[in-house]
């Protein structure tokens, strides 16, 4: 079964302090992406990663990929409130149609 | 350079009825992608169409179709609207299907009652 895991799935977290999301996934992948989702609103790009061992950052955030592993991870430096949002992992997995969704990490960066 | 562009926004509906939802993608990109977002939950796939042909269908029922016209754009259509249904529609534009980003657009609400 085709699967991408999210954790954690809630994220209550202060200013200033550093966190991590994780996502798995469940076979092989060609690539795997980083989205970001305010309320109501549709999903804005943050990251791609083509190959294992990449690595993007972009201001607060860095993701990274481990293929063998199935995992990526994206780290959240010194939090500010602008970052609260809910930030979805997908994977481009061989032998699927379309990409398929993690359920998502509601952060919210408390002041 | 416009990006991905749905209409309508918001939309009700009751049971039963049927419904149309557009798409046009970013200027140059031959594939489409429709998901729909369940609130609270991740998008979930339900077509692709690359160059007027569908190359990939999510686990949906018959009840939802869709197509791609000469200029790219893409219409989706759902009959028979169940309460389930209600959700945010998102469609999404790549360069080509499979191995491309893709840009999302900025979705249809829909909402059945």
């Known amino acids: 079964e085709l699967k991408v895991e999210q954790n954690p799935l809630f994220l209550s977290m202060q200013e200033g302090k550093n966190y991590t999301i994780y996502c798995n996934y469940s076979t092989t992948s060609d690539r795997l992406y980083w989205y970001r989702q305010d309320p109501g609103k549709s999903l804005e790009s943050l990251f791609v990663l083509l190959s294992n061992g990449a690595v993007k950052q972009e201001g607060r955030l860095m993701a990274s990929l481990d293929t063998k592993a199935r995992l990526s991870t994206l780290h959240i430096t010194a939090a500010v409130h602008d970052l609260s949002a809910t930030y979805f992992c997908?994977?481009?997995?061989?032998?699927?149609?379309?990409?398929?969704f993690g359920k998502g990490t509601h952060l919210i960066i408390q002041p | 350079d416009a990006g991905v562009t749905q209409s309508p926004t918001h939309l009700i509906k009751t049971r039963g009825q049927h419904v149309t939802l557009r798409c046009s993608p970013i200027s140059g990109h031959k594939s489409v992608s429709w998901y729909q977002q369940v609130l609270g939950q991740g998008p979930q796939f339900i077509f692709q169409?690359?160059?007027?042909?569908?190359?990939g269908r999510g686990n949906f029922p018959d009840r939802f179709s869709a197509r791609q016209f000469p200029n790219y754009s893409s219409e989706l259509n759902v009959n028979a609207l169940l309460l389930g249904d209600s959700a945010l529609y998102l469609c999404?534009?790549?360069?080509?299907?499979?191995?491309?980003?893709?840009?999302f657009g900025p979705g249809t609400r829909l909402t059945v009652l």
């Open positions: 999404a534009s790549s360069s080509e299907p499979y191995k491309n980003e893709q840009f």
């Open positions: 997908a994977v481009d997995m061989v032998g699927a149609d379309g990409l398929t």
């Open positions: 169409y690359y160059e007027k042909e569908e190359r």
